[in-house]
């Protein structure tokens, strides 16, 4: 009543016969080398498939190593740039001159002329 679907071994080494009719040539058809075929396209393809798996995970962790360097160097960066306006800045400049045994000025104190002084008189020949 119902018919079953079956599909046909591929891996027996018997050979399968065929024949139209009892009075016509007799044909054997031995399917082995379908079978090895397929197994070496599958081997082919699984090692493709692991190459390129490997491939994308060596540039994932490269691409994990790169950004890891960028955020150490953007740190790096961020500390060199508060040095600078450190040293850029009032408080820096004074710092500097104290390592440096620079003495402090302290305020000027200059001089007046009044136009009468004897320094402003030429002498007459």
Same mark, same amino acid.
């Given at each position: 009543?119902?018919?079953?679907?079956?599909? /046909? @071994?591929?891996?027996?080494?018997? /050979?399968? !016969?065929? +024949?139209?009719? !009892?009075?016509?040539? $007799? #044909?054997?058809? !031995?399917?082995?080398?379908?079978?090895?075929?397929?197994?070496?396209?599958?081997? #082919?393809?699984?090692?493709?498939?692991?190459?390129? #798996? @490997?491939?994308?995970?060596?540039?994932?962790?490269?691409?994990?190593?790169? *950004?890891?360097?960028?955020? *150490?160097?953007?740190?790096?960066?961020?500390?060199?740039?508060?040095?600078?306006?450190?040293?850029? +800045?009032?408080?820096?400049? *004074?710092?500097?001159?104290?390592? @440096?045994?620079? #003495? /402090?000025?302290?305020?000027?104190?200059?001089?007046?002329?009044?136009?009468?002084?004897?320094?402003? $008189?030429? /002498? +007459?020949?």
């Amino acid at each position: 009543m119902y018919k079953t679907l079956a599909f /046909p @071994n591929l891996f027996s080494a018997v /050979p399968v !016969s065929k +024949s139209r009719s !009892s009075a016509r040539v $007799h #044909v054997e058809v !031995s399917t082995p080398w379908l079978s090895y075929a397929l197994i070496a396209i599958n081997v #082919v393809l699984l090692l493709w498939y692991l190459l390129g #798996v @490997n491939a994308n995970a060596s540039k994932g962790y490269e691409l994990k190593k790169i *950004q890891t360097n960028l955020s *150490q160097l953007t740190e790096e960066s961020k500390k060199l740039s508060l040095s600078i306006s450190e040293k850029n +800045s009032i408080a820096g400049m *004074q710092e500097d001159f104290a390592k @440096n045994d620079f #003495v /402090p000025a302290g305020q000027p104190k200059f001089l007046e002329i009044d136009q009468f002084s004897e320094a402003l $008189h030429k /002498p +007459s020949f």
